[in-house]
């Protein structure tokens, strides 16, 4: 399905509510694989697509690399969703979900970090040339 910026952007917003549900249900200090399946869940709960541990695949003028690379959640096939439970985000979390965005051609990514008292603060949306290029 092709998106508008709107319909990515509306849909972002709706992913950040289920992170708040999840956070507000956990409330911070557990693992980030246990925010990653409670927040699978709860995006499937409200009837949204949801691939888990995607694999990103790497390729190097023409050499396809073996590699484990794998993004957390990717919802709607459309916005790719990087999960932290730590203390500080670092440049390199961001980063890393820009080029999994890049890789996969994925107009938003959100990395969402749930060691925080409030998600919305800590909570990091990125777009890129993909988005600029989607219909208003």
């Known amino acids: 399905m092709n998106y508008t910026k709107k319909e990515i952007t509306d849909l972002s917003y709706k992913i950040i509510g289920c992170a708040i549900e999840v956070h507000k249900e956990l409330g911070p200090g557990l693992l980030e694989s246990v925010y990653e399946k409670c927040l699978k869940y709860e995006l499937e709960l409200n009837g949204f697509d949801v691939k888990q ?5 790497v390729e190097y003028k023409g ?14 096939d459309a916005i790719i969703v990087e999960l932290k439970a730590i203390e500080h985000i670092l440049p390199v979390h961001e980063a890393q979900l820009l080029t999994y965005m890049k890789l996969l051609e994925k107009p938003q990514g959100l990395l969402i970090n749930f060691y925080t008292d409030n998600i919305t603060k800590s909570m990091k949306p990125f777009v890129n040339d993909f ?3 989607l219909d208003d």
């Open 131 to 133: 988005f600029k290029l």
């Open 63 to 76: 050499l396809a690399l073996n590699t484990e690379l794998r993004l957390d959640l990717l919802v709607n």
């Open 53 to 57: 541990q995607v694999k990103v695949p």
